[in-house]
């Protein structure tokens, strides 16, 4: 157990619960482009929920070295019901975005209390979300040029599940 009460354990450890969230809400929306037949970016979204649940481990690999008493809290259902791609990869943003602010934040506490050693693992996270915006705000970019056309569509597909991230 951590010797003393630290504001950035107990962020890392709601950062854990944020980044199971983000698995399943990815995986959600894999089933979501599964049902809409739409089979690389499931392909992409299930690659990126596992991605996700390595963020998640990192973290917690990251506490358990420190000694910190992990203890998880449930995590939220997902939404669900996205009527297309630019739908989902809409929301994806959105939430890259977010998990973007909880990360700052994170550090923002890890400078405050002088936790160097915190600062040095958050640097990783803070350099992996400019790279998970800018990889979602892509892929909204492409879906918005395509439209409707169904070969933009087709293409886009196929590369995103020859990438999967």
């Known amino acids: 157990m951590a010797t003393k009460k630290s504001g950035v354990y107990d962020a890392i450890l709601k950062q854990i619960n944020a980044e199971m969230y983000s698995a399943y809400l ?3 929306f894999s089933a979501d482009a599964n049902a809409m037949k739409w089979n690389g970016a499931a392909a992409w979204l299930r690659a990126h929920a596992a ?6 481990t990192r973290f917690y690999d990251y506490l358990i070295r ?3 008493d992990v ?3 449930a995590i939220e259902k997902p939404a669900t019901g996205a009527k297309d791609l630019l739908e989902i990869f809409k929301a994806v943003y959105g939430h890259e975005i977010k998990v973007t602010a ?3 934040k994170i550090m923002e506490t890890a400078v405050a209390e002088k936790d160097y050693a915190a600062i040095a693992e958050l640097q990783w996270f803070v350099t992996e979300q400019v790279e998970e915006e800018e990889t979602v705000r892509d892929i909204v970019d492409m879906l918005e040029k395509a439209g409707k056309s ?3 569509l087709l293409f886009i597909d196929s590369r995103l599940g020859s990438q999967k991230e």
């Open 26 to 28: 990815y995986l959600q």
């Open 51 to 56: 991605e996700e649940m390595t963020h998640a």
């Open 66 to 68: 420190k000694g910190v």
């Open 71 to 73: 203890k998880f809290d």
């Open 102 to 104: 909880m990360i700052n």
């Open 150 to 152: 169904p070969e933009a």
